[in-house]
């Protein structure tokens, strides 16, 4: 659990990236939880487009992926939701 303060300086990180990733009509599958793993574990934070096909909202989908692969939602705009989750092997960004 991270706390506001952290979060907030996530948002920071966030605001400056590209979506890396779009959930459409298939929704959230084991495949997709795994790229969004792999890619958290490499980078720590990354932010996602919902399309408006996929029937969830931001906050809807980044509760469910949050919960599936142990992340935690920094911020959900829009259509769009930034997910962090501190990398095992090599941590890059240091929370204050």
Same mark, same amino acid.
């Given at each position: 659990? /991270?706390?506001?303060? +952290?979060?907030?300086?996530?948002?920071? *990180?966030?605001?400056?990236? +590209?979506?890396? *990733? +779009?959930?459409?009509?298939?929704?959230? @599958?084991? #495949?997709? &939880? %795994?790229?969004?793993? @792999?890619?958290?574990?490499?980078? @720590?934070?990354? %932010?996602? %487009?919902? &399309? #408006?096909?996929?029937?969830?909202?931001?906050?809807?989908?980044?509760?469910?992926?949050?919960?599936? /692969?142990?992340? @935690?939602?920094?911020?959900?705009?829009?259509?769009?939701?930034? &997910?962090? %989750?501190?990398?095992?092997?090599?941590?890059?960004?240091?929370?204050?």
């Amino acid at each position: 659990m /991270i706390t506001s303060k +952290q979060r907030s300086y996530l948002r920071t *990180f966030g605001n400056k990236l +590209q979506p890396l *990733f +779009q959930l459409g009509k298939a929704g959230i @599958e084991q #495949n997709f &939880l %795994k790229q969004i793993e @792999e890619a958290l574990e490499s980078r @720590e934070i990354i %932010k996602i %487009k919902v &399309l #408006n096909n996929s029937g969830l909202t931001a906050r809807e989908a980044s509760d469910i992926i949050c919960e599936s /692969i142990g992340a @935690e939602a920094v911020q959900s705009i829009g259509s769009k939701c930034v &997910l962090y %989750k501190r990398s095992i092997k090599k941590p890059i960004i240091e929370l204050p």
